[in-house]
T-cell receptor, first 116, second 114 residues
């Protein structure tokens, strides 16, 4: 079964500094990978996704992520964070053609705190 | 204005009661999902439906039931058999037929058992 690990529960970054959120996945075939963001008490919004092609994916709000098969990683980056980026970030993987339940498998999330 | 609505936003339940959470979408999506979110646990799949009149168990279906009588509606009932129902519940729908297609989420319902 696929799994997703987000090693960092909390990350604190100064406003204007760069950001990298880590995501590692376990999956036998080429995975379909997603990053979502959640503001407190709200639903999730898709930032970006990878399913094939270019391993560097551009998303909304200035975010990007790089798929590295050799490291089983899909890390999220932003060159300069804004106070409004403070939120919970989730990495997720979708099942491929190998079957299993439909639906996304999520990591436990990384809580991003922005320092002024 | 297309989207997913969930109601109510907050729900309080007494021990032993069944409650039903509403999820409606006007995006014309076939597939719909229910996830449960607990602090520090991420989201876990409860049930999903790929088409009207069909639904499948996810990873944690115990103590829950669903129906899919209409394309736009996918209600979730939390039964008294669910031992720890206090959580944040999120409904989603998927825009296409492929697993790589984007899932769109509703604003969620926070259920608290008193």
């Amino acid at each position: 079964a696929q799994s997703v690990t987000q090693p960092d529960i909390h990350i604190t970054v100064s406003e204007g500094a760069s950001l990298e959120l880590r995501c590692n996945y376990s999956y036998g075939a080429t995975p379909y990978l997603f990053w979502y963001v959640q503001s407190p008490g709200q639903g999730l919004q898709l930032l970006l996704k990878y399913f094939s092609g270019d391993t560097l994916v551009q998303g909304i709000k200035g975010f990007e992520a790089e798929f590295k098969r050799s490291q089983s990683s899909f890390n999220l980056r932003k060159p300069s964070v804004h106070w409004s980026d403070a939120a919970e970030y989730f990495c997720a993987v979708a099942p491929g053609s190998g079957g299993g339940a439909d639906g996304l498998t999520f990591g436990k999330g990384t809580h991003l705190i922005i320092q002024p | 204005d297309g989207g997913i609505t969930q109601s109510p936003k907050y729900l309080f339940r007494k021990e032993g009661q069944n409650v039903t959470l509403s999820c409606e979408q006007n995006l014309n999506h076939d597939a719909m999902y229910w996830y449960r979110q607990d602090p520090g646990q991420g989201l876990r799949l409860i049930y999903y439906s790929q088409i009207v009149n069909d639904f499948q168990k996810g990873d944690i279906p115990e103590g829950y039931s669903v129906s899919r009588e209409k394309k736009e509606s996918f209600p979730l009932t939390v039964t008294s058999a669910q031992k720890n129902p206090t959580a944040f519940y999120l409904c989603a729908s998927r825009e296409g037929q492929g697993v790589a297609d984007t899932q769109y989420f509703g604003p969620g319902t926070r259920l608290t058992v008193l």
